[in-house]
């Protein structure tokens, strides 16, 4: 049983460039949440997607869009980018649960974005 | 705003004793308690989790316990092992909506000395 799986692994870009990060979900999960990790510090929320749109969203820019596809994979772009973007995109899926009911929430290994 | 604090920021302890990570969360509606451990160049794996209608969870040499009135929920790690080496946070969601998002605190690095 495959969890969740993320590409490319590693990814260097300049300023001012856009990127597309990847991500598979667990399977059986249908539900694709996104976050980024700085260095040091604990994940932050960007979004989350279920039945392929945007569900909630974090205190991130409009640079920072996402999708999501039949399949329930989903993509993670960033537009412009900007030094401080560097971090780790961490994507973590679950299976929705009943209203006001969480469900754990899987992550995988990331994809460690540089920006020179 | 939404915020958990996460303490203490490094943990270095005797192969063998007990470790303990402590959290507080500011959002009352928070009702889900997840605790992460990461590994160097790995994603946060998923070791225990509490909701609100549960004071305290053990899964063999890991507890966690929340106190709903203070706001605070802790893990207790008992006969450590030099593989507990490794970040751990903790995280707190409400369900309002269904969203699941997650706030993390800072994050404890933990080192087991064998």
């Known amino acids: 049983d495959a969890g969740v799986t993320q590409s490319p692994t590693h990814l260097i870009k300049t300023r001012g460039q856009q990127v597309t990060l990847r991500c598979s979900p667990k399977s059986g999960h249908d539900t694709v949440s996104w976050y980024q990790q700085a260095l040091g510090q604990g994940p932050q929320f960007i979004f989350q997607?279920?039945?392929?749109?945007?569900?909630q969203r974090g205190n991130f820019p409009d640079r920072f869009s996402g999708h999501q596809f039949p399949n329930y994979s989903s993509e993670l772009n960033v537009n412009a980018l900007l030094l401080g973007d560097s971090a780790l995109y961490l994507c973590?899926?679950?299976?929705?649960?009943?209203?006001?009911?969480?469900?754990?929430?899987?992550f995988g290994d990331g994809t460690r974005l540089s920006i020179l | 705003g939404e915020n958990v604090e996460q303490h203490p920021s490094t943990l270095s302890v005797q192969e063998g004793d007990s470790a303990v990570i402590k959290c507080t969360y500011s959002d009352s509606a928070s009702n889900y308690f997840p605790w992460y451990k990461q590994e160097l160049g790995k994603g946060p794996q998923l070791i225990i989790d509490i909701r609100s209608n549960v004071g305290e969870k053990k899964d063999q040499r890991i507890a966690v316990t929340l106190n709903k009135t203070a706001k605070h929920f802790s893990l207790h790690i008992t006969e450590t092992q030099p593989e507990d080496s490794a970040v751990y946070f903790c995280?707190?969601?409400?369900?309002?909506?269904?969203?699941?998002?997650?706030?993390f605190g800072q994050g404890t690095t933990l080192q087991v000395k064998p």
């Open positions: 997607y279920y039945e392929e749109e945007e569900r």
């Open positions: 973590a899926s679950s299976l929705r649960g009943r209203r006001n009911s969480n469900q754990p929430q899987h």
């Open positions: 995280a707190a969601s409400h369900g309002s909506g269904n969203t699941g998002k997650l706030i």
